[in-house]
T-cell receptor, first 111, second 112 residues
Framework: GQSLEQPSEVTAVEGAIVQINCTYQTSGFYGLSWYQQHDGGAPTFLSYNALDGLEETGRFSSFLSRSDSYGYLLLQELQMKDSASYFCAVREDQAGTALIFGKGTTLSVSS | DTAVSQTPKYLVTQMGNDKSIKCEQNLGHDTMYWYKQDSKKFLKIMFSYNNKELIINETVPNRFSPKSPDKAHLNLHINSLELGDSAVYFC???????????FGPGTRLTVT
């Protein structure tokens, strides 16, 4: 079957570093994406990893290990505005038409 | 200059009614999607269309019928609404083989 596991909640303080892990088991795998969703808002794209290794985009980095079926999103220099839900999502087909989402991790950043 | 737009933003209706949600994207993308997000924030793909053709039809009751009049529009019609249909419905689009999906603002459907 298909499953993506990520922690349901993470809390941290401003300025800290947080890592949100995602393990997956899917019928196909072409890449792992991360999306951010603020309360009442739409999911917005953060990053995509097709190959093993670390991708860095500003304060956010994403890592993938295909052999371990594992990835993580690393958020550095946390800010209050980073409080949101974070979803990992597996791209199951080459065309990118099948995106399977995890259940999301709610990140709460306090001052 | 909204990229992906949906109407209406809120929809409150009674069980048994039929309703439609409209989606338009001005990004020139070939592929459009409908997702359902339940009260626990679980986001699940319902349909995927590429260039007006149905690509993915997940296990969704046949009361849900998507229609794509052209590749910039993907509408969702729901017949005989049930309480369990209450959710936020997101439309999204992407280039074919693109790595990023662009989501609309969502339509919060409440069935009473």
């Amino acid at each position: 079957g298909q499953s993506l596991e990520q922690p349901s909640e993470v809390t941290a303080v401003e300025g800290a570093i947080v890592q949100i892990n995602c393990t997956y088991q899917t019928s196909g795998f072409y890449g792992l994406s991360w999306y951010q969703q603020h309360d009442g808002g739409a999911p917005t794209f953060l990053s995509y990893n097709a190959l093993d290794g670390l991708e860095e985009t500003g304060r956010f980095s994403s890592f993938l290990s295909r052999s371990d079926s594992y990835g993580y999103l690393l958020l550095q220099e946390l800010q209050m505005k980073d409080s949101a839900s974070y979803f990992c999502a597996v791209r199951e087909d080459q065309a990118g038409t099948a995106l399977i989402f995890g259940k999301g991790t709610t990140l709460s950043v306090s001052s | 200059d909204t990229a992906v737009s949906q109407t209406p933003k809120y929809l409150v209706t009674q069980m048994g009614n039929d309703k439609s949600i409209k989606c338009e994207q001005n990004l020139g993308h070939d592929t459009m999607y409908w997702y359902k997000q339940d009260s626990k924030k679980f986001l699940k793909i319902m349909f995927s269309y590429n260039n007006k053709e149905l690509i993915i039809n997940e296990t969704v009751p046949n009361r849900f019928s998507p229609k794509s009049p052209d590749k910039a529009h993907l509408n969702l019609h729901i017949n005989s609404l049930e309480l369990g249909d209450s959710a936020v419905y997101f439309c999204a689009s992407s280039p074919l083989r693109g790595t990023e999906q662009y989501f609309g603002p969502g339509t919060r459907l409440t069935v009473t």
